[in-house]
C-alpha cells in the first residue's frame, strides 16, 4: 500500500491550459507539502498545510492553488500553464507541529508535468 | 536565509569501496536538523539519515554514517561498502527547528555512480 501516492505521475499539457495533480497519504500525518524539482533537480517546497491550513507559501505565482479538503488529501491546481511550470511536482507528508516535527518527510514518486 | 551547498555535482566510486559525500550549510539558527535524502531513478525521494544538531555523536545507520561539524557547518555522508543499489542523486538538506513546519531547504544534489 502506497504511503503517499500522486496522479496522474505523468501530465503533457498545452500552455494555457489547466490542470491538477491529486495527493493522498494513508500515514495518518497531518501536515503535507508540496515540492518542485526543476529541469536541474533543484528541490524547492511550494506549499505546506497542517491540518487542511495553509502554512507556508513560498512565493508561488497565484496561478498555483493547493486545496486541501481534508488532512489526507492535498492537491494542486495550476491554472494558464506556462513553459516554466514544466518540472516534476512531489507531494510529501509528516507528522507533528513545529517543534515535533522531526522533518523526516515521506514523499510521493513525483508527477513529472510537461508543458508544451 | 538558509542555503545548502553540495560542491560535488557527480561522484563514482567502485562496488564495496567507500565514497564521501560533501555538504556545507548556512545558517544563524542554532538548532536545526541536517538530512540527507536519496533519489534513484525511480523518483522517489528516501530519507538516507538525519542528525540533529544539538546533538553531537555522528548519526549511523548501518553502511551510512555522516560528519557532522558544527562549527565548521560541514555535514559530509559516507557510504561504506558500497553496493550497485545506492546509485543514486543524493540531496543534503536542512531543517530548523520549531518555525519551519517541514520546510526542507536542499543542497543541488550529488550523482553518485556505483561501478562493478
Known amino acids: 500500500d502506497t504511503a503517499v501516492s500522486q496522479t496522474p505521475k505523468y501530465l503533457v499539457t498545452q500552455m494555457g491550459n489547466d490542470k491538477s495533480i491529486k495527493c493522498e497519504q494513508n500515514?495518518?500525518?497531518?501536515?503535507m507539502y508540496w515540492y518542485k524539482q526543476d529541469s536541474k533537480k533543484f528541490l524547492k517546497i511550494m506549499f505546506s498545510?497542517?491540518?487542511?491550513?495553509?502554512?507556508i507559501n513560498e512565493t508561488v505565482p497565484n496561478r498555483f492553488s493547493p486545496k486541501s479538503p481534508d488532512k489526507a488529501h492535498l492537491n494542486l491546481h495550476i491554472n494558464s500553464l506556462e513553459l516554466g511550470d514544466s518540472a516534476v511536482y512531489f507531494c510529501?507528508?509528516?507528522?507533528?507541529?513545529?517543534?515535533?516535527?522531526?522533518?523526516?518527510?515521506?514523499f510521493g514518486e513525483g508527477s513529472r508535468l510537461t508543458v508544451l | 536565509a538558509q542555503t545548502v551547498t553540495q560542491s560535488q555535482p557527480e561522484m563514482s566510486v567502485q562496488e564495496a569501496e567507500t565514497v564521501t559525500l560533501s555538504c556545507t550549510y548556512d545558517?544563524?539558527?542554532?538548532?536545526?536538523?541536517l538530512f540527507w535524502y536519496k533519489q534513484p531513478p525511480s523518483r522517489q525521494m528516501i530519507l538516507v539519515i538525519r542528525?540533529?544538531?544539538?546533538?553531537?555523536q555522528n548519526a549511523t545507520e548501518n553502511r551510512f554514517s555522516v560528519n557532522f561539524q558544527k562549527a565548521a557547518k560541514s555535514f559530509s555522508l559516507k557510504i561504506s561498502d558500497s553496493q550497485l543499489g545506492d546509485a543514486a542523486m543524493y540531496f543534503c538538506a536542512w531543517m530548523g527547528v520549531g518555525t519551519s513546519y517541514g520546510k526542507l531547504t536542499f543542497g543541488q544534489g550529488t550523482i553518485l555512480t556505483v561501478h562493478p
Open positions: 498545510y497542517n491540518n487542511k491550513e495553509l502554512i
Open positions: 545558517t544563524s539558527e542554532s538548532d536545526y536538523y
Open positions: 542528525q540533529e544538531a544539538y546533538k553531537q
Open positions: 510529501a507528508s509528516s507528522q507533528g507541529l513545529a517543534g515535533l516535527n522531526t522533518g523526516e518527510l515521506f
Open positions: 500515514l495518518g500525518h497531518d501536515t
